[in-house]
């Protein structure tokens, strides 16, 4: 029997405790929901080392958990040379983090290296905003921002990769 080819996904953001878990979180429930475990992997991390360690803010925490997902999972990490082999895509959050990432990556993964909101039909080219410093407010409209992009995202690697 043929193994069935897997696929890494990373989400990446500044300090890896608001949009970057906010997008494993969903995804992963995404992923989770549609049998697809066994070949979608996915995880997130930040291009600073500011909040190793760290659980998501609590503000992100409140609005998955609104809309039924639960992110509380996730620890604070920072993008490795290793995650550029490991990930398949590698999805920053904004321009300044996929800018950091550029920086970091070998020559050779730099392609895999694609703004997040690529994967929204209505935000291509355009950055999901940072709510650390903003009100609840923002943290939900991030969110459902996250969750159309990752719904988008798992609809072209189902078409793309034929899962």
């Not at 935000?123 to 009100?135: F, L, M, N, S």
């Not at 459902?144 to 034929?162: F, P």
Request: charged share 30%; hydrophobic share 35%.
């Amino acid at each position: 029997m043929v193994e069935a080819e897997k696929f890494n996904v990373l989400f990446v953001c500044m300090g890896n405790i608001c949009r970057s878990p906010t997008a494993e979180g969903v995804f992963n429930h995404l992923v989770r929901t549609h049998g697809l475990e066994d070949v979608i992997r996915v995880d997130s991390a930040g291009t600073h080392a500011y909040h190793l360690g760290e659980k998501p803010d609590p503000r992100a925490c409140a609005a998955a958990l609104e809309k039924g997902y639960d992110i509380s999972f996730a620890e604070a990490r920072e993008v490795k040379v290793e995650d550029f082999d490991g990930f398949d895509y590698i999805l920053p959050m904004d321009n300044t983090n996929s800018s950091c990432l550029q920086v970091k990556s070998p020559l050779s993964h730099r392609d895999e290296i694609e703004l997040f909101l690529n994967y929204h039909p209505d935000k291509v080219g355009e950055e999901v905003p940072d709510p650390y410093y903003k009100d609840s407010d923002l943290f939900n409209e991030v969110f459902n921002t996250i969750e159309e992009c990752c719904w988008n995202l798992l609809k072209v690697m189902r078409k793309r990769h034929h899962l």
